[in-house]
């Protein structure tokens, strides 16, 4: 099984910019789909974007046009550029493979995102 390891979490004010890093610890081509969710204390578990190894993306509605999944398979690592932050984008960031959804055997150890007003 693939591990996947994000990090690039940290705090910034909103309207600033983060990027997301997720590395596989092999070939990612082995996960086909790797997507990103974010946990908030108190809500619910949100995918926010996921991409395949032939490039196709999908966006969660809240993010759409702000936030950018990008695969590198030379580097085995899935990027999540992130833009004009909210305070409600705060949140653990994971990464994982999108055929285990929902449940997160193998996925990332998540990376903490603070979005400050």
């Known amino acids: 099984q693939v591990q996947l390891a994000e990090s690039g979490g940290g705090w910034v004010q909103a309207g600033g910019s983060l990027r997301l890093s997720c590395v596989a610890s092999?070939?990612?081509?082995?996960?086909?789909?790797v997507a990103w969710h974010r946990q908030a204390p108190g809500k619910e578990r949100e995918v926010v974007a996921r991409?395949?190894?032939?490039?196709?993306?999908i966006y969660a509605d809240a993010v759409k046009g702000r936030f950018t999944i990008s695969i590198d398979n030379a580097k085995n690592t899935v990027y999540l550029q992130m833009d004009r932050l909210k305070p409600e984008d705060t949140a653990v960031y994971y990464c994982?493979?999108?055929?285990?959804?929902?449940?997160?055997?193998?996925w990332g150890q998540g990376t903490q995102v603070t979005v400050t007003f």
């Open positions: 991409i395949s190894t032939s490039g196709r993306t």
């Open positions: 092999n070939v990612i081509y082995n996960v086909n789909t």
């Open positions: 994982g493979d999108w055929r285990t959804w929902p449940k997160t055997e193998g």
